[in-house]
Structures are given as structure tokens and as C-alpha cells.
């Protein structure tokens, strides 16, 4: 966790509030796919299944870092749905999360090498602090929904989960070692 620079009670108040506006709606954002896995002051960590598939699947999962919000943006972490740990390189990411640009698709998750993927959205921590984005920052967006707890998921479904209408399944035989076939 990072240093706390954010009366603890303002965090708190305002991660309560996003949590408050997500579970009154809760039910119609299962609907889409998103499950809150928990949430306890400041991270919330949802998981976000294939709504729009005839046998729905758990396509990912994200922890939601809210520590001295609204001053810093939240970050994002892409977790392993049942484990809960960081997903360590950006292959494990399977679903793409592509958006359009005027200058062509864009990928949202991002990683540079040997570091973990992050996702690169206007109000989210790690794109305000990447260098890249250093014309971008965050107070342009905050106080206009870039950052909230809705805002962040209906991203993450919308171009990652909600995306997947359909999928493959390829099947391999091992056998077993040792055993010769007659």
C-alpha cells in the first residue's frame, strides 16, 4: 500500500459513498456480469463474467484501490478471480480490452516488460502517473465520474467481459505415462 496522504476519514467517507451507489444497484449489475467478490476499506474487488455467452464464464477480475481518493485516482490491478493474486504479466490477461481512438484501436490493458499488466484509462492511477500521459492529469478529470467505482467498472465490463459472445473449446488427449496402447 502506498503512503496515506488523505485525512483517512475523507477517504473513507468517499469509498463509502461509491460502495453505497454500487450495492443500491447491485442487482442490475449482476445483470451484466459484475459480482463483488469484497470490499474492505479502501479496495473493492469485483469479478466480471460473460454476460452476452450461452455458458458464461468469469473473463476477469480486478482489485480497486481507493487509497486517498479522490485526490489520487484509483488503481487498478487485473487479479486471478479465484485466488485473488496479481496477474504478474500481461498474457495472463485473456480477454483483449480494445477501444477505439481517432488514431486507431487501443489496447486498455498495458504492460511494460516484466511488469504487471495496468490498465490505461483516464481515471486510473497508473495512467496519470505514466509519463506518457503527463499532459492528462487526473484533477482535469476528478469531480466528472473518470475515477468512481461505476465509471471504473462499466470500463472494464464494457470492454473487456461484455465483449465475449462466444467462445472454442479445443480438445487434447494425453494419455497416461506409461501406458502402451494394445
Not at 484501490?65 to 488503481?75: G, R
Not at 481517432?102 to 490505461?120: D, E, M, S, Y
Not at 467498472?153 to 496402447?181: F, R
Request: aromatic share 10%.
Amino acid at each position: 500500500m502506498s503512503e496515506q496522504v488523505v485525512d483517512p476519514a475523507v477517504t473513507r467517507a468517499k469509498f463509502d459513498r461509491e460502495l453505497a451507489d454500487f450495492r443500491a444497484r447491485e442487482g442490475m449489475f449482476r445483470a451484466r456480469g459484475w459480482w463483488l467478490l469484497s470490499a474492505t476499506f479502501p479496495v473493492v474487488e469485483i469479478a466480471f463474467a460473460t454476460p452476452n455467452c450461452p455458458l458464461p464464464f468469469v473473463a476477469l477480475a480486478a482489485r480497486i484501490d481507493f487509497a486517498n481518493y479522490d485526490l489520487w485516482p484509483p488503481s487498478i490491478t487485473m487479479i486471478e478471480p479465484f485466488s485473488g493474486r496479481p496477474l504478474a504479466t500481461i498474457d495472463q490477461v485473456t480477454v483483449p480490452m480494445v477501444r477505439a481512438t481517432p488514431t486507431g484501436p487501443l489496447r486498455i490493458v498495458q504492460a511494460h516488460v516484466g511488469k504487471p499488466p495496468f490498465i490505461c484509462l483516464p481515471g486510473v492511477r497508473e495512467y496519470h502517473q505514466h509519463p506518457a500521459h503527463d499532459g492528462d492529469d487526473w484533477l482535469l478529470h476528478r469531480g466528472r465520474g473518470a475515477g468512481g467505482l461505476f465509471f471504473l467498472v462499466d470500463k472494464l465490463s464494457h470492454y473487456g467481459s461484455e465483449t465475449i459472445k462466444g467462445y472454442e473449446i479445443g480438445l487434447n488427449v494425453k494419455p497416461t505415462q506409461g501406458v502402451v496402447p494394445q
